[in-house]
């Protein structure tokens, strides 16, 4: 009740100053709704987005959510703010001036705009969205211009349960849950740390004692234990249907609270990479008849999958029997999404002549800049968005016991001791280039990576630079750049839209069955 009171007052004395014509931040009262069962906390999210654009996207009707988009930053302001604790009933003022993107909301041109403030009870947003276990307020329609005030946002509860995974493909008869607590993970944060994914075995698998060979799928940033149960489904439908051969895919979920881990062996993150390479697959193939060799392990995953396929393959060449990688994450540092962040003075959100980098296109069009995306992603939270989560994978760990930012989130700067750090340890071309000789034994032939050339996250400029790595040593690998394709619709051929994934699997299956008659079926 006293915050409340304190709400109003604090309100009334920003429309009194602001009809007075002295500048004033932008206030927010948020309340959680007094039928909320517990006291919550989170970093709360304010959305703001010119009512008419808001009702436009709802097909003219009024908008009931408004969210931020990666590929329009700038089109919906966002404020932030942590909550230790909201109760019940009670209400909090939140300075939309201190923590906003693309500006404070005192700034933003007058007009009247569509509201909603979310509470990011588990700080996932900034990974996977929103969850159905955020409290939302309604959207408002808030006249902005001058002496306009924010009205109070309730947030009220929906489901305090994370989404259901699709229970209709988790429970086919050939998919079986992964859940496997890994002892490596669990002695590096000191608490049971499980690894988990899905294992979608072939038709015909319950009858005779044939062993089959196994895929290792990694998905990409934003993948969820529940989002890959469709992709366990469309892999089982594919087999059952005769399209690709019958293999045993592990699915791989490969988010964590600080983004995707990647598969890699990180100061931050811990050692994942060892987990699965020296754990997991030691223990599934224990329990189910894989072909536990080489010639019949393979890797394979798009975007930050793609690179982690990538990854495991040249830090384990003697493991797998090789990795198709699709659109993979920057692969050599000197073309991190463009940028060349080992040239002296680099910086991600300005080229050398001033002009901003970009980020995010359609093939000629810039949809956002490197400096867009990250200062949005910085409001949205310090946790699981897309350049954090690099940090927590290549970077060297600070003496807050957090990862070193490779960039100034500011002026975007490049810090060139983390940049060294990223080469030595994570940078694949460079890798292949300075360590040759030992890995060509076990690695020389086992490298598949196709990109579009107008990927939209600008990732085919790195795959020529691994490509020239790979010549400059006289490797044997197939590298290909499907022309005009974008990271979104590489895997079509003709009508099928997942042609392309075909494709890759009967490769890996003439690898592991190079006299198998098998033939997929039209």
Excluded at 4 to 27: E, H
Excluded at 212 to 222: C, E, H, L, R
Excluded at 319 to 348: C, K, R
């Amino acid at each position: 009740m006293i915050k409340t009171m304190l709400a109003a007052s604090v309100l009334a004395l920003v429309g009194l100053s602001a009809r007075a014509g002295a500048a004033a931040p932008a206030l927010a009262p948020v309340q959680l709704s007094a039928t909320a069962p517990k006291p919550l906390s989170g970093r709360l999210l304010i959305f703001a987005e010119p009512w008419d654009a808001a009702k436009a996207a709802n097909k003219g009707a009024d908008p009931t959510v408004v969210d931020a988009n990666g590929f329009e930053p700038g089109e919906v302001a966002i404020a932030a703010a942590e909550i230790p604790r909201l109760a019940p009933g009670q209400t909090d003022v939140i300075n939309a001036d201190l923590l906003a993107y693309p500006t404070a909301f005192s700034a933003l041109k007058p007009g009247v705009y569509a509201v909603q403030a979310v509470l990011d009870v588990g700080h996932t947003y900034a990974y996977a969205g929103r969850e159905a276990r955020d409290p939302v307020s309604p959207v408002v329609k808030v006249d902005l211009n001058a002496g306009g005030t924010i009205p109070v946002l309730t947030l009220t509860p929906t489901d305090e349960a994370p989404k259901p995974v699709d229970a209709a493909n988790a429970a086919r008869a050939d998919i079986d849950p992964i859940d496997f607590v890994s002892p490596a993970l669990s002695r590096f944060w000191g608490r049971p740390v499980h690894i988990r994914g899905w294992l979608v075995r072939p038709p015909g698998y319950g009858q005779g004692q044939a062993r089959y060979p196994s895929v290792y799928w990694t998905a990409g940033f934003g993948g969820t234990l529940a989002r890959l149960a469709k992709v366990a489904a469309d892999f089982d439908d594919q087999m059952t249907a005769g399209q690709t051969p019958p293999m045993i895919y592990v699915i791989l979920d490969q988010s964590s609270p600080t983004g995707t881990h990647e598969f890699a062996d990180s100061v931050n993150n811990g050692p994942w990479g060892a987990a699965l390479t020296g754990e997991l697959i030691p223990d599934l193939e224990r329990r189910y008849r894989m072909d536990a060799r080489p010639s019949g392990r393979f890797l394979t995953g798009h975007s930050s999958g793609g690179w982690a396929s990538l990854w495991l393959q040249v830090a384990y060449p003697a493991l797998f029997g090789g990795a198709w990688a699709t659109s993979p994450d920057s692969s050599d540092f000197h073309d991190f999404n463009g940028p060349d962040i080992y040239a002296p003075g680099a910086n991600v959100y300005r080229r050398p002549d001033g002009a901003p980098w970009p980020l995010v296109r359609d093939h000629a069009k810039v949809l956002a800049t490197f400096e867009d995306f990250a200062r949005q992603e910085r409001v949205l939270g310090d946790y699981g968005g897309q350049q954090a989560s690099f940090d927590w994978v290549f970077s060297p760990k600070g003496p807050d016991g957090r990862p070193v930012q490779m960039f100034d989130r500011d002026t975007g700067a490049v810090d060139p001791a983390v940049a060294a750090y990223w080469r030595d340890h994570y940078d694949i071309a460079w890798r292949i280039t300075h360590d040759w000789p030992a890995l060509k034994p076990n690695l020389d032939g086992k490298i598949h990576l196709i990109v579009g050339t107008a990927d939209t996250f600008y990732l085919d400029g790195a795959a020529h630079r691994l490509k020239a790595a790979l010549d400059s040593v006289g490797a044997r690998a197939d590298v290909r750049f499907l022309a005009d394709r974008t990271h979104f619709d590489l895997y079509a051929i003709g009508d099928d839209k997942r042609g392309l994934q075909k494709q890759m699997a009967w490769a890996m299956y003439a690898v592991a069955r190079p006299d198998s008659p098998l033939q997929p079926k039209p």
